[in-house]
């Protein structure tokens, strides 16, 4: 049950974005460049790295949706479990367990970053982009995990995703996502 009453029994982000469309219309465009936008990190490996920063953190809302989100596009089931337990003993691949390492401490310990975290990226191969854009996916998943939190928003024992999650993902776009299930539930808050 979300801790403000004016939320439904079932709220989840796109009741807070319907809530407060001068803050998260233009978050909106946020998350679609830093999770579908160019970057030298697939759509997966961001999903990746979303579903990874939530697990971190125990956000259950986020954790399970962006774990749905990276197996529809292809990450092996039980992959972002792997990772939680052990990056260097998971079936990630070889290149990405340094961001994730780096993705760990970010989120863990941000104020003990060193050099040496961001060389270990870029000698796995990835450059200045790529670990820019691993950071901005952490940072977006440490604020959307806070504001799920924060907010008492706690996933549905039963639910599964719907239909706008289902082309959410296909047309691999999180404005449209939103837009789409604000269309199919309507307006529910007032």
Excluded at 49 to 67: E, K, M, P, Q, W
Excluded at 121 to 131: H, N, P, Q, R
Excluded at 161 to 166: F, T
């Amino acid at each position: 049950m979300p801790f403000i009453n004016s939320y439904p029994a079932d709220a989840d982000p796109i009741d807070v974005y319907t809530a407060y469309p001068e803050v998260y219309e233009p978050w909106m465009k946020v998350q679609d460049a830093v999770m579908r936008g160019p970057s030298p990190l697939t759509a997966r490996e961001r999903e990746i790295i979303a579903a990874y920063t939530s697990g971190l953190n125990a956000c259950r809302y986020c954790h399970g949706g962006h774990v749905f989100m990276a197996e529809a596009l292809g990450v092996e089931e039980g992959l972002v479990a792997s990772l939680l337990e052990d990056i260097d003993a998971s079936d990630a691949a070889a290149a990405m367990k340094p961001i994730l390492h780096y993705v760990r401490k970010l989120t863990l310990e941000p104020a003990k970053m060193t050099q040496a975290d961001a060389d270990a990226v870029f000698t796995a191969g990835w450059d200045g982009k790529a670990l820019h854009d691993a950071i901005a996916v952490c940072a977006m998943f440490n604020f959307m995990n806070r504001l799920v939190d924060g907010l008492g928003i706690q996933p549905a024992q039963t639910r599964s995703p719907d239909r706008a999650g289902e082309e959410g993902i296909r047309a691999l776009d999180y404005s449209g996502l939103v837009r789409q299930a604000q269309k199919v539930r309507g307006a529910r808050i007032g």
